[in-house]
């Protein structure tokens, strides 16, 4: 957040406000204060002037009508007395009084300095209208080089009476009126200046009492945005501004609640997306991806930092396919086809809408569930329905023309009818067999297959099974050669059952051995566990087709393994066997000149057969 900028806060505002305020009220207060004051000491001026003016002027006309004769001291004394009496000395040099008779002529003046124009005849034009009867008003003048002002005024003798025998006129300075109207301003404007100092004093204390809290609910505010709740405002007192300071406490605890529950939420929805199974992503409403969860990551080998942003439909490899406007139609899942190096992904995408309040499309949901092995389970499945069909159709159909054409009369034929009867007879036993082989896969599969475990005497139990095929095989010229250790070598497990898996490795020696061939057995011992090797020297499996030699149905030579007589499943049922031991099974081939099937069988020491 800015700083607040110095003139700008409430503070300075504050005290700004009142000072003006004070300025004001002084001002108003020193206007109307001063005007009134001096109006009123003018006043009071200009009436004692006109009172004593009339007192001299009533004394000067007493004193004139007295008769010269009786009196012992001249006119012009006896007024200059009055004069003196009437405006005291200390006015003197202020007030300027004259006193004329009827004649124009000065007898009297107050000023010492203007004892020259006694018995001179004035020409004041204020005078000669007082002594025709028709006074002028007073009058104020002003200085124009001092700016002092001066009240003038000339009355005549007696004041209200046609028979006018002198007059007087007096100039009276009203500068002290001033001068003390000065002083009086300029006690007003110290007293302003002090008041101003202590209201700017004072506002800054009061500003303060009002701006603490604040201050300190704006620091609050700052670190609350940080997401620290843990301290609160101090109150200072019950007014607005307190309450404010409890209310906003108040909100930050409300505050901390409903982050401590939306942290909660939060931690729980990322604890479920985390370790949920399926991958889950969301995006905002243009289709971009704001949230990829952990398994998300790994299913699309993509980290969630780099996708934010990003499309979904590009991340799906859906962009070429549809836009985001389908998807957000869409209610069915749809299946998508990752290639990771080799290995195939098939993610099976659900989309939900989010949406808000109103119900307007804010963002998609997709959740990705990993359905590869259930798609290879449900290929596998349909593979093997379509083998088990193909396998079983085929003998079916070569019997059924050899039945009809034993119907339609080769039946009579004493030649053909024996050779036809024995093809059916052989097919039969083929369907026999492929179905025995698929019933024992099948209980293989299921949950609660268990074998009847026993110890075995391994290189015992070799020969003697490979010995049966020797005796079997006697006329094909085929050669065995034995290679078991000659000593009791034990292990775990149901004999009828790895009978039957020696049968299947052994059987498929002898069919893909040529005339004269040598199948070798050997029996290694391990560490931990018993290696059986049965090794011919036959057709051999080509390289690009050993991986699959243990997928059920699975053929190198498709017409030369049937005529063989095989089902496809013979080393399927082999792998099952092993593998319920908790052996492992191989083979390593070089094409045309054999093969080596190996299997492997946990070890078991110091055990004797059971
Ligand atoms: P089948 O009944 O066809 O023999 P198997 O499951 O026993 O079925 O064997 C699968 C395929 O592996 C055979 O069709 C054959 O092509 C190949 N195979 C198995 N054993 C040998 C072997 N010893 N020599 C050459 N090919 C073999």
Known sequence: MNKIRFYKSIHVKIVIIYVLLILIAMQ????????????????????????????????????????????????????????????????????????????????????????????????????????????????????????HRTRVMAKPIPINSPEIIGAIYIEASMEEIYSQMRQINQILLTGTVMALAITAILGILLA???????????????????????????????????????????????????????????????????????????????????????????????????????????ILNLDKFMKLEDLYKFTDPILLDFDYDEEELILEA???????????????????????????????????????????????TSMKSYLEALADGAIEDPEVAPRFIQVTQTETERMIRLVNDLLQLSKMDSKDYHMNFS????????????????????????????????????????????????????????????????????????????IVSIKDEGVGIPKENIPHVFDRFYRVDKARSRNLGGTGLGLAIAKEIVLAHGGSIWVSSDWGKGTMISFSLPYVEAVTES
């Open 28 to 147: 108003v207060i020193g206007v109307y204060f001063t005007g009134k004051l001096e109006e009123q000491l003018v006043n009071n001026y200009f009436e004692t002037l006109d009172e004593r003016a009339n007192l001299l002027a009533y004394y000067t006309e007493e004193e004139m009508k007295r008769d010269e004769e009786t009196e012992e001291r001249p006119l012009s004394r006896r007024i200059n007395e009055l004069i003196l009496e009437l405006f005291d000395n200390d006015n003197r040099s202020n007030t300027n009084v004259q006193v004329i008779d009827k004649n124009n002529t000065v007898i009297s003046v107050s000023n010492p300095s203007q004892r020259m124009n006694i018995g001179q005849r004035t020409t004041n034009p204020r005078v000669k209208r007082a002594l025709l009867g028709n006074p002028l008003d007073p009058e104020v003048l002003v200085n124009p080089n001092t700016g």
């Open 208 to 314: 303060r009492t009002i701006t603490r809290p604040i201050v300190d609910m704006r620091r609050q505010a700052l670190v609350m945005g940080k997401g620290d709740f843990s301290r609160s405002v101090k109150v200072y007192g019950d007014d607005e501004i307190g309450q404010l300071a409890r209310a906003f406490n108040d909100l930050t605890n409300k505050l901390q609640d409903a982050n401590a529950t939306t942290e909660g939420e939060k931690r729980k929805l990322s604890s479920v997306l985390t370790h949920m199974t399926d991958g889950v992503i969301a995006t905002d409403k243009q289709g971009k991806i704001i949230l990829m969860n952990k398994r998300a990551e790994a299913m699309l080998e993509q980290k969630q930092e780099h996708v934010l942003g990003a499309e979904l439909t590009k």
């Open 350 to 396: 659900h989309f939900s809408v989010i949406e808000k309040e109103n119900g307007a499309q804010n963002g998609l949901i997709a959740v990705l569930h990993d359905v590869t092995e259930q798609e290879r389970i449900e290929e596998e499945r349909r593979d093997f329905v379509a083998n088990v069909s193909h396998e079983l159709r085929t003998p079916l």
């Open 455 to 530: 110890a075995i005497n391994l290189p015992q139990f070799v020969d003697q099974v490979v010995e049966r095929f020797e005796m079997s095989t006697k006329n094909d010229s085929i050669s065995f050669k034995h290679k078991t250790p000659n000593k009791d070598i034990f292990v775990y497990g149901d004999r009828d059952k790895l009978t039957q898996l020696l049968d299947n490795i052994v059987s498929n020696a002898v069919k893909y051995s040529p005339e004269g061939g040598f199948i070798t057995c050997s029996l290694k011992e391990e560490k931990e566990r018993v």
